[in-house]
T-cell receptor
Framework: AQSVTQPDIHITVSEGASLELRCNYSYGATPYLFWYVQSPGQGLQLLLK??????LVQGIKGFEAEFKRSQSSFNLRKPSVHWSDAAEYFCAVGVSGGYNKLIFGAGTRLAVHP | EAGVAQSPRYKIIEKRQSVAFWCNPISGHATLYWYQQILGQGPKLLIQFQNNGVVDDSQLPKDRFSAERLKGVDSTLKIQPAKLEDSAVYLC????????????FGSGTRLTVV
């Protein structure tokens, strides 16, 4: 069955430091992969997505993610974190054949220290 | 373009009472989704509509939850009777239904059952 694992529940970084959020997926076919961000009281906003092609994907707000098939991973990175990046981040896998159903991980809550 | 509208934003009810949530998707979006997001977990798909037909309701607790999408536009999700474990944020999303997973999420309804 398809699943997504985000090993880190909480991460705290200092402003200006680099960030990497981990995501591992389980899916039989070539996956469609996504990262979403959720600020308090807000809906989910798409940061970036991977369908095929270049395994390094650029997204909004300076985020990027790298798809590694051999490791079943799709880790999210940012070279320099801003205080406004504090939020919850969700990795998701798209299930084809069912009108674009998404399966989400449990999320990683990011705190940013000044 | 206008986003996905949801109401109410917050609702507090006692267990065994009933409650209804409303969602107005982006105009022209054929696919509508209801997700349940329990605190500390990622969103879980409850039901998915394509126009006014149900595509996937495999994770909808049908003994207490019901949903409809009249005329393929607005949708209502109902819980009757509510249980304590139904406390969650209920997210509505819509998409064109074609490839690309172009989801747009609403801000959600936070339900607290006491």
């Amino acid at each position: 069955a398809q699943s997504v694992t985000q090993p880190d529940i909480h991460i705290t970084v200092s402003e200006g430091a680099s960030l990497e959020l981990r995501c591992n997926y389980s899916y039989g076919a070539t996956p469609y992969l996504f990262w979403y961000v959720q600020s308090p009281g807000q809906g989910l906003q798409l940061l970036l997505k991977y369908f095929s092609g270049d395994t390094l994907v650029q997204g909004i707000k300076g985020f990027e993610a790298e798809f590694k098939r051999s490791q079943s991973s799709f880790n999210l990175r940012k070279p320099s974190v801003h205080w406004s990046d504090a939020a919850e981040y969700f990795c998701a896998v798209g299930v084809s054949g069912g009108y674009n159903k998404l399966i989400f991980g449990a999320g990683t809550r990011l705190a940013v220290h000044p | 373009e206008a986003g996905v509208a949801q109401s109410p934003r917050y609702k507090i009810i006692e267990k065994r009472q009933s409650v209804a949530f409303w969602c107005n998707p982006i105009s022209g979006h054929a696919t509508l989704y209801w997700y349940q997001q329990i605190l500390g977990q990622g969103p879980k798909l409850l039901i998915q509509f394509q126009n006014n037909g149900v595509v996937d309701d495999s994770q909808l607790p049908k003994d207490r939850f019901s949903a409809e999408r009249l005329k393929g536009v607005d949708s209502t999700l109902k819980i009757q009777p509510a249980k304590l474990e139904d406390s969650a944020v209920y997210l509505c999303a819509s998409s064109t239904g074609t490839g690309g997973y172009g989801y747009t999420f609403g801000s959600g309804t936070r339900l607290t059952v006491v």
